[in-house]
């Protein structure tokens, strides 16, 4: 019903920036809110931030103040401003669509890697 995918991962050096963005498609209309998960290797899956269809945030503890999500509605993009990104921020971040009732739909994820 809803497809996502994600780009803009790659390496980058601690105290560096990266933009990461989300594109959806199908039943877009029906999405109640996007947002981030990422997963190190060996770790639990961890959310990062999510942005409503009312355009309210929420961020993780680990990134606030660091990390900037948003949105294009006319667009039906999400974008993650990852700044000041430290080596612990290095995982394979996630992608995905909330229709509500459990209904999550996720992206193939992109590869976020900070340099020490």
């Known amino acids: 019903q809803v497809r996502v995918v994600e780009s803009g991962g790659g390496l980058v050096q601690a105290g560096g920036s990266l933009r990461l963005s989300c594109a959806a498609s199908?039943?877009?209309?029906?999405?109640?809110?996007m947002g981030w998960y990422r997963q190190a290797p060996g770790k639990q899956r961890e959310w990062v931030a999510l942005?409503?269809?009312?355009?309210?945030?929420n961020y993780a503890d680990s990134v606030k103040g660091r990390f900037t999500i948003s949105r294009d509605t006319a667009k039906s993009t999400v974008s993650l401003q990852m700044n000041t990104l430290k080596p612990e921020d290095t995982a394979v971040y996630y992608c995905?669509?909330?229709?509500?009732?459990?209904?999550?739909?996720w992206g193939q994820g992109t590869q976020v890697t900070v340099s020490s």
């Open positions: 199908g039943s877009i209309f029906s999405i109640n809110a």
């Open positions: 942005i409503t269809n009312r355009g309210s945030t």
């Open positions: 995905y669509a909330d229709q509500g009732y459990g209904r999550y739909y």
